[in-house]
Structure formats: structure tokens, C-alpha cells
């Protein structure tokens, strides 16, 4: 079952689709490529292994009734234990080296290192263990396997290896606990502070939107109660500082600048995920999450050091968060400072046309000379 979980997943989700001129061959071939397709190819192989289950069991009968010795099934089972053992370590190299290659890419963020070393301290060492437990385990299976030349001898207590086996793992289990919890407290410090770029992500069903602050620095706070949809985000408009807010179609960063996010949703859970920068943060209804990290290398530097002219970071939804989940998708790019202040000029207000009509504002002065009654602020007035 396993087995068959691994390769027919493998199988599934590695196809590559076919060309325009192969459409029709690869529909008439889809049954044969299909989860159909290898549930009948287990079905078959169980029913193959159940038949030769029942030919040596009718077998051991019949040697038994002639009065020969029957099959030693301690041995059969010490056997494949031993096949199993080979047969699974080589398939665990495969993974390690077919698998493995598929690993993160290069780190794009101050915290990615210490992220990394952390992965991969948790990998030897569990790796080392898998490896060493594994042998022991199906090996004891094999080399005393039941035999009439031998009684197996009984242990039922020894305080040695009882202190060995818990003090051990303990002692491994603490060390990378500890090592982790700095490391994450480290990754995990979103406090504000001067300099930092706060940028709102808000995830909904699905896309994700994005509001800058304007020339004064500041984000206005939201208010899900005023959300309509020319305010699909909420914005408090009673506070000054919401009035130059920004929007934006792409997640622009400058490079080796402090970026703090704050990360909202509006309807389910969803994931901020941006695996180059070793950054996943949930987005949670009602309760206001952050992150905050340094990009440190610009999408530019990223395009030659990949030779893919066409790379772009890109920012997912890690939850599966409904039917769209897999579209749920924003590029983010990584610039200079000077590229960066010459985009965020070119970016529109959030306070659109339709949403001063709404707001009664009547024109687009400044905010500190638009003249509204506070009452009319408040859209369910």
C-alpha cells in the first residue's frame, strides 16, 4: 500500500501535459494515466499476493500431512524482512537523491540562512537515526529469526539500556528543540520599529490585495465593518493617515530594507507563503498577523543566477483555502531603492474616485484639507 502510494502519486503528479498535435492521442490514453488506472494495478498485485499467500499455505498443509516438516515461516518472515530492509534503503537513497534535488531554493532573506541550517541539522540527525533504527530493526528480524537450533532468551528488564535509549533521544530532541526556538523567536521578532516598510497583505477567496502607505510613512487602520466594494478593504477613513494610502497589483520590495507585513483575511484562513524568502505566515479572520524580513537578493540578480530570464518571486496561499486555492498566486519583485521610489510614485491611491462618492468627500485635496462631516465617515450611518 505504501508502495503504490508513493509511485502511483509520484506518477500522477509529475505528468507533463501534452502538446497541442497530441490532445487527441493524450485523451484516448488519459484511462491508462489516470487514479483508475493504478487502483486497478494495486487491486491486481494484492489479489497476486493474496493467491500466493493461499499456494503456500495449502503447501505447508500438504507437507505437513505426508509428515514432513512444514515451511518455517520464522524464516520466510526473517527473509522478508531482509528484502525489505535493501529494498527500502535503496528506495530511501532514491528519494534523497530524485526527491532531494527538488529542495528549497537559494534564500532570498537575512533570516533564510539560520532557516536552512535549522532544516538541515534536523535532516542528518534524523536521517542518522532512521538509518542506524531501520538496520536494527529489520536486521535483529532476519539474523534471529526462530530456528530449532536455538531458544531465543528473554530480557526482561535492564536499567542500562532503559537510561541509554530515553536519556539519548532526550538529550538530541532537547538540543534541537532549544536551537530551534531561538532560531524561530529570532525569525518570529515583528516588532515595529523606525525604518520598517508596512505593507497591509490581505488575503481573501481568492487573491490577495495590497496597500502601501503613502508620503507620510503610515497605514490607516481597518475596520471590517466599513468594507464595501469600493472599500473591499475596510479602511478607517476617519484617520488621517488613510487618505495617501496606496494600491498595488504587485508586491514590490527594495532590497536590504526592513519589510514589516501585516497580514489579514477576510473570510477563511489563508497562508502568506513566499518560499524564496523562507517566509510563511498564516492570514486569520479577525486576528491581525506580521512578519517582518530583509530581501537581499533583487529579482534581477535572482534572473542571472538561475539563467531564467522569465523568474519572479512569487507569493502563494499555503491553506487550501476553497475551489481557486491553486490560482491564489502574486508576483513579487525585488528592487533597488531608486527603482523602488520611482514605481511607488507611479502607484494609485486607494481612495479612488467611486470611494470619495461614497465617502462624500468632495475632491481630491489633501488630507489635511478635506472638510467632512465625521458622522458621514461612517458607512453604516
Known sequence: MAAFVLLGTNQLMAQAAPAAADTAAADKSAMWTGVAYYV???????????ILGKILRVFDLTQKMQ????????????????????VGMYGAYWSLTVQGS????????????????????????????FVVTQILLFGFAFVYRGSDKRKAYFLPHNNTIEKIWTIVPAVVLTI??????FTWQKVENSTEQKGDLNIDVTGHQFAWELRYPG??????????RLTTPANKLGVDFKDRSSFDDLSADTLVLPVH????????????????YMPHFRLQQNA??????????????TTAEMKRKTDNPNFEYLLYCNKICGGAHYNMQKVVRVVSQAEYQEWISKQKP????????????????????VKAASNRLALNN
Not at 508620503?215 to 471590517?224: I, Q, R, V, Y
Not at 468627500?361 to 484639507?369: I, K, M, S, T, V
Request: with cysteine; charged share 10%.
Open 40 to 50: 486497478l494495478l494495486f487491486l491486481v498485485a494484492s489479489f497476486c499476493v493474496a
Open 67 to 86: 509428515g514432513k516438516k512444514g515451511i518455517n515461516w520464522s524464516s520466510v518472515m526473517g527473509v522478508c524482512c531482509a528484502i525489505f530492509l535493501v
Open 102 to 129: 527538488m529542495s528549497l531554493p537559494e534564500a532570498a532573506s537575512a533570516h533564510g540562512g539560520a532557516i536552512d541550517n535549522m532544516f538541515t541539522t534536523t535532516t542528518i540527525l534524523t536521517l542518522i537515526v
Open 176 to 181: 534541537l528543540v532549544v536551537f530551534g526556538f
Open 215 to 224: 508620503a507620510d510613512g503610515k497605514l490607516g487602520p481597518l475596520n471590517f
Open 257 to 272: 530594507q526592513s519589510v514589516r507585513l501585516n497580514i489579514h483575511a477576510q473570510d477563511v484562513i489563508h497562508s502568506v
Open 284 to 297: 486569520v479572520p479577525g486576528l491581525p498577523t506580521f512578519f517582518k524580513f530583509v530581501p537581499t537578493i
Open 350 to 369: 486607494y481612495l479612488s474616485d467611486q470611494l470619495k462618492k461614497e465617502l462624500h468627500l468632495a475632491d481630491a485635496r489633501p488630507a489635511g484639507q
